[in-house]
């Protein structure tokens, strides 16, 4: 098979994000403005490749204060740094059923290495990929979803 090229379909994806608040509730948000390119061969994993870029400034949380707060200096610094971006060093097998998704995660201007660990293998590995890729830590918060296909 040949490298494949997708663009994320927004209807069927998301970018989500669950935080702890005062260790006593979780924080649930998204953000509504994003794009994404996913390449992969099935055959070559790697030639494979993912990025996805995020409007800072587009964070939802259904509180329009707490938004307001999160794209400021105190968090996000959304004015200074407009973006959030995941891109792709490899895509290597782990076992018989799992991928890991290398790449560097740039947070207001910050960039660090990150592995994305995506669910079982249900349908090859473009749906592996495709499908959720589940939560990883972000300087001590708790999670971050990627929800992309």
Known sequence: ????????????????FTV???????????????????????????RSRMEVEIDVASVDTHEPQRDAHLRSGDFFEAEKHPRILFTSKRVEEKGKDHLAVTGDLTIRGATHEVVLLPGR????????????????RIHGQESVMLFLG
């Open 121 to 136: 293998q249900q349908q090859g590995r473009l749906k592996q990929l495709i499908d959720a890729l589940p939560a990883f």
């Open 1 to 16: 098979m040949s490298l494949v090229k997708w663009d994320f379909d927004h209807a069927h994806s998301s970018v989500d």
């Open 20 to 46: 702890r608040h005062l260790l006593v509730s979780k924080v649930r948000g998204r953000f509504t403005k994003w794009t994404g390119k996913l390449e992969i061969d099935e055959q070559d994993l790697s």
